[in-house]
């Protein structure tokens, strides 16, 4: 869908700039946004290095055990089929800890791990396992405690209170991961 309105607008602003005759203001912003998306990258790029290497680190030590061991009564209660051994538990408590710190490019490859190691046990290969499903409902609503790259991009932007928004990003993630939670373990016992 978004690969058909993305186009869409650009055709309608360019008819619109050269109906109107505002092409050269057209290009403009184009080449400053250009400039703005390479300054934003660069500046996210130090921030999201840094935590990937700390979850690196995190993920070679005792940490992950201790983690698993934190999360063991939640991780029972989302994931039932999944054993404490296998690796896909690991890698489930790692992707939950990077959300929650709001490090979404972090948690991004774990999750990606998690789900391979849940598939190499999935019995039926095609379908998605209940616990594959929480997991992507888990991910997609992403509870946040410290959403950082919000707050290095508002940083990086010129924000005058660039963690402003915290208290509307933890009601608006822990209300979307209760909802699916709650949603997905209703429809998972009758299906």
Known sequence: MLNIIWPLFIIISLIYAICFGKVDEVNLAIFDSVENAVQISIK???????????????????????????????????????????????EISMNIVANIMGLGNAATPIGLNAMKSMQKNNKEKDKLSDSMAMF??????????????????????????????????????????ISAIVMAKILMKRW
């Open 44 to 90: 996210l790029l130090g921030t999201i290095c840094l935590w990937n290497g700390i979850i690196k680190i995190a993920t070679n030590t005792r940490l992950v055990e201790k983690l698993k061991r934190l999360l063991k009564p939640l991780l029972k209660f989302l994931f039932p089929d999944i054993k404490e051994t296998e690796k896909a538990y690991g």
């Open 136 to 177: 992507i409902l888990i991910n997609t609503a992403s509870i946040q405690i410290i959403p950082t790259t919000v707050i290095a991009i508002r940083t990086s932007l010129g924000s005058n209170n660039p963690t402003g928004m915290i208290l509307a990003v933890w009601i608006a993630t822990l209300g979307a991961a």
